[in-house]
């Protein structure tokens, strides 16, 4: 369109209706806006977006500008594949006539660091023109692989760009904690509880006082960093993420020149980094993930600043200098988790008056910690699967301060409960291992500000004591295993699952905010409805499986009704239930109902009650229903109700030969349903004549959606 002009006219105004003139004056046009930074308002700078069928196609590194931006489509541009990565590298490098096979194999290599990135690609296959020496090409390659050198290799602009967007995050606790996630192996997936988990360690959120809602500010800032695509989500892993390759160069290229980072993880090292790369003004080191076995400088390291420190997962290390830590009095975070040959902790550890968190998970072999009298400051202690320590490291008292404690797994680790009880009162998380004595309730009781509780109990009547407390403090995450005669219960989180539990032991209280119950070969004694367990004031439960429970009539009685979140409804075994629901029942979220093997079930809607009104049944997200060896099952919906379920998609029925009609409105949506039944079954069918005001359904109307098998078994 010859729109230059308009970059002469300084009129902000002037300029825009000027633009909107034009593109007005065109038919269909079409305009390209690239790397938007910010979102603005098309009006005001002159483009007419609908009309005489004007339209907008802007490119930005923001998923958040195209939100704010109104974008009726948002399309994520991926990385190049391997394959058209290679091709345009070839192209940029002006061919490959005149390399050799090998270095047309390192040639491969390094195009495939350039992690499929165009802008990389391009950079990086330029500065490689003209090379033909296959020692050049080896050692490019050797460079390539070291991020902090790779992006001298890089064009400036591809690094400029990307920090473009880090400096766009107008956030400096958020920049802080993109930079953080440097630290990380290059091209490491993690789950996104990782670096949330690291940040807290590292005082990133202090000024928040919850350990909780510091992990929900946590996911925030993760999912900011998703939308300003710094991070990206792993499709195969679970809240997993990624920092580019590309990206972390940056990231790194930032941490080091502005922010004093030593980042060495994953090079190999048997021993520490030369000591002219010991400067005292580095902040954060990380060495994670090398070949180190012994750490024994000839002098300790000076680091007065140095807060974060990380050498985990230096699985052969065995042995740290007593007076390696000396010199680190400021030091905060120190992570030595998965080094899975050390036997003993330097005494040094025991004068880091600042730290807060002391990360030693997975030291396999790890027998001794120093005193931690000084340490009045730490606030996380994580001695997780420890299994060679065998006393609680001396001046634990004194930790009064801590937030976190970890013992799990660490099977002969001794610890004084009334510690929890008169020193750990503001522990906010606490996981304990479940094959130490149980949990003294009376010293949980005293923890008011527990938020996670992860930790085993003797009998049903500690957890009951416990359940009936936490209704005055609640608790964000909770797992407890409860030991019975000869099963167990465990309640995680908001699942609840009891297997085996006898006549005698008692009745579980339920969490009141509980989600999915599960109850395998039980027998409450006196119980004859789930009710008798408090089912109905469940208000969120949306699942319930029910297997083998003694002496269980009916789901429901006198009127009390299931919770109408209930979504999933599974029965097996339960041979003396005659009747699953009721008629008055109100279910408008439940999906699916499995019931088998269930040898006295009659009716799955019971017949309604002189005094009742109902004639349907309202069933609106109901999508299957399995009804499985059930011999003396003999309506789905008693007394002519009519069912109405306009989502069901596919009804399962086996051994049900008693069942000889399908309840009306089953077929109200006829084209998307699927109905799997014995041919045996289908052919004893018995159809009413289709009149007028008839709502059941007809053998040639649902004869298309059926879909039948031979008998596998004999008749029951």
Not at 226 to 232: H, S, V
Not at 474 to 494: E, P
Not at 509 to 514: E, Q, R
Request: glycine fraction near 4%; charge should be negative; include cysteine.
């Amino acid at each position: 369109m010859h729109l230059d002009y308009l970059l002469k006219v300084e009129d902000r105004r002037q300029r825009a209706a000027m633009l909107s003139t034009v593109l007005k004056g065109k038919e269909n046009s079409v305009l390209i806006l690239d790397d938007v930074l910010e979102p603005f308002a098309v009006k005001d700078v002159g483009i007419p977006v609908g009309e005489n069928g004007c339209k907008l196609i802007l490119t930005s590194r923001s998923f958040e500008v195209c939100r704010k931006m109104a974008c009726q489509k948002t399309i994520k541009v991926e990385d190049l594949s391997e394959e058209e990565s290679w091709e345009l590298f070839k192209e940029k490098l002006g061919g490959c006539e005149n390399l050799s096979p090998e270095a047309m194999d390192i040639a491969k290599l390094i195009a495939k660091e350039c992690a499929c990135l165009p802008l990389a690609t391009v950079a990086i296959a330029r500065s490689m023109r003209g090379l033909v020496d296959i020692c050049e090409w080896t050692t490019s390659l050797e460079d390539l692989r070291k991020p902090t050198r790779r992006h001298k290799d890089m064009d400036e602009k591809v690094l400029q760009l990307l920090e473009l967007s880090y400096n766009r995050l107008n956030d400096v606790q958020l920049q802080r904690g993109f930079l953080y996630c440097a630290l990380y192996l290059e091209d490491n997936k993690f789950d996104k509880d990782e670096p949330v988990e690291s940040w807290i360690r590292d005082g990133l959120m202090e000024q928040i006082e919850s350990r909780q809602k510091q992990i929900d500010k946590g996911h925030t800032m993760i999912n900011r960093l998703l939308k300003a695509c710094l991070l990206e989500e792993v499709k195969w892993l679970d809240h997993g993420v990624k920092m580019h390759d590309v990206v972390r160069d940056m990231a790194v290229k930032v941490a080091i020149e502005n922010h004093h980072f030593m980042i060495r993880a994953r090079e190999r090292l048997r021993n520490l980094p030369r000591e002219e790369e010991w400067t005292e003004d580095l902040n954060k080191i990380s060495l994670m993930e090398n070949e180190m076995e012994l750490i024994q400088p000839n002098h300790p390291p000076s680091f007065p600043n140095l807060q974060t420190f990380l050498l985990q997962e230096n699985t052969q290390l065995q042995q740290i200098s007593d007076s390696f830590f000396s010199h680190m009095k400021g030091l905060m975070h120190l992570d030595l988790s998965y080094c899975f040959s050390i036997r003993r902790l330097p005494d040094s550890i025991s004068n880091l008056e600042n730290l807060r968190a002391l990360v030693l998970s997975s030291c396999e072999a790890l027998e001794y910690v120093p005193s931690l009298a000084k340490l009045r400051k730490l606030k996380e202690l994580d001695l997780f699967d420890c299994k060679e320590l065998k006393d609680a490291p001396d001046g634990m008292e004194e930790l009064v301060n801590l937030r976190y404690l970890n013992i799990k797994d660490s099977k002969e680790l001794k610890l004084r409960w009334d510690l929890l009880s008169s020193k750990f009162l503001d522990l906010e998380d606490l996981r304990l291992e479940w094959s130490m004595n149980n949990i003294m309730v009376e010293d949980l009781m005293k923890l008011q500000k527990l938020e996670r509780l992860d930790g085993w109990m003797c009998d049903i009547q500690d957890f009951n004591r416990y359940i009936n407390a936490l209704r005055h403090n609640y608790l964000n995450h909770c797992k407890i295993l409860v030991q019975l005669k000869r099963g167990h219960m465990y309640l995680s989180d908001r699942i609840m699952r009891i297997e085996k539990c006898g006549p005698g032991e008692g009745m579980p209280v339920l969490p009141s905010d509980l989600q999915q119950l599960i109850m395998e070969s039980c027998d409450f004694g006196g119980v004859r409805s789930i009710v008798d367990v408090g089912v109905p004031s469940l208000h969120d439960l949306t699942i319930l499986q029910l297997s083998e429970v003694a002496n269980l009539k009916a789901l429901a009685m006198g009127g009390v009704l299931l919770p109408s979140s209930l979504k999933k409804l599974m029965i097996f075994k339960c041979h003396e239930l005659e009747q699953i629901f009721s008629t008055s029942q109100v279910l408008p979220n439940l999906e699916s109902i499995l019931i088998e093997d269930c040898k006295a079930v009659e009716e799955i809607f019971g017949e309604p009650h002189l005094d009742e009104k109902i004639k349907v049944i309202n069933l609106p997200k109901l999508t299957l229903v399995s009804l499985n060896g059930l011999p003396r099952l003999r309506s789905i919906c008693g007394g002519g109700l009519l069912m109405a379920c306009d989502s069901i998609r596919r009804l399962d029925i086996g051994r049900c030969w008693m069942l000889k009609t399908l309840p009306p409105l089953l077929h109200s949506r006829l084209p998307s349903l699927e109905i799997r039944a014995e041919r045996r079954w289908w052919e004893s069918m018995q159809w009413e004549w289709e009149g007028e005001g008839n709502n059941s359904p007809s053998e040639h109307v649902l004869q298309p959606f059926v879909r039948l098998r031979d008998d596998v078994s004999t008749m029951s």
